[in-house]
């Protein structure tokens, strides 16, 4: 097997999913037309797009690597058969995404986007700094999918229990922290989550340099990653 040949089959697996969906997206975009009202607002394409690539990558490497390990397939091939399936499929929700975003805003005046609170005169510019700013997102979204369950796959069962806890334990303190510095945390996130729409290009490229590094992680997890037949 080759890279083609296991980039094929990354998208075989994804036949049914990707047009699920964006059904489902349809489908809430019209109930929104509908049933929203003048002051209201519908958003929230870019980041369940961001959620369903992060899962999607996480349910993307076992049945994979175990499926290449029995044709006698390298890991090598594995990854850079998932590499090609992940610019593909990023780049392939990011226009799918911009055009949504082009149509709804045209059909339902409700809806917004991050692409219309970009900070630049030119439409089409806009356009351009959006995707790209989207697509790098999308790809840190699926490498840290992927970098996830590279991990947990490695770990033993006890590793597995030990990172589960700390993650748990990491997310209460947040919370804690949340409660306790209430207007420091809210200004980070506002800080965080508006930064793109001033610098979208920046914004982007630190999003492909996250990306990259996590990939790598994935790279070196998976190049002596025993074989098991129980996860």
């Not at 990354?10 to 699920?20: D, G, M, Q, S, V």
């Not at 049933?35 to 958003?43: F, K, M, P, R, T």
């Not at 490498?143 to 990172?163: E, P, Q, S």
């Amino acid at each position: 097997m080759n890279a083609a040949t296991s980039l094929r089959y990354h998208l075989y697996e994804y036949r049914t999913a990707i047009p699920i969906f964006y059904s489902i997206v349809i489908i809430l975009l019209l109930l929104s037309a509908i049933l929203s009202g003048e002051n209201s607002h519908v958003s929230g394409l870019e980041y369940s797009t961001g959620w369903f690539l992060c899962i999607s990558a996480m349910n993307s490497f076992r049945g994979h690597f175990l499926f290449h390990l029995q044709l006698g397939s390298t890991r090598r091939t594995l990854f850079k058969g998932w590499l090609l399936f992940c610019a593909i499929l990023s780049l392939l929700v990011t226009v799918t995404n911009v055009l949504l975003v082009l149509a709804a805003h045209l059909f339902v005046p409700s809806f917004s986007s991050p692409l219309f609170a970009i900070q630049i005169e030119s439409a089409p510019l806009r356009i351009l700094a959006g995707g790209f700013s989207s697509l790098c997102s999308n790809l840190l979204a699926m490498a840290l999918g992927y970098l996830v369950t590279c991990g947990f796959y490695r770990l033993n069962k006890i590793g597995k229990w030990v990172v589960g806890l700390l993650i748990g334990g990491a997310v209460l303190l947040f919370i804690n922290l949340t409660i306790q510095f209430e207007s420091i945390v809210t200004a980070m996130l506002e800080t965080m989550f508006t930064f793109p729409y001033a610098h979208p290009f920046f914004a982007g490229g630190t999003y492909l340099l996250a990306a990259a590094i996590l990939l790598m992680l994935c790279w070196a997890i998976i190049r002596n990653i025993p074989e098991k037949n129980r996860a």
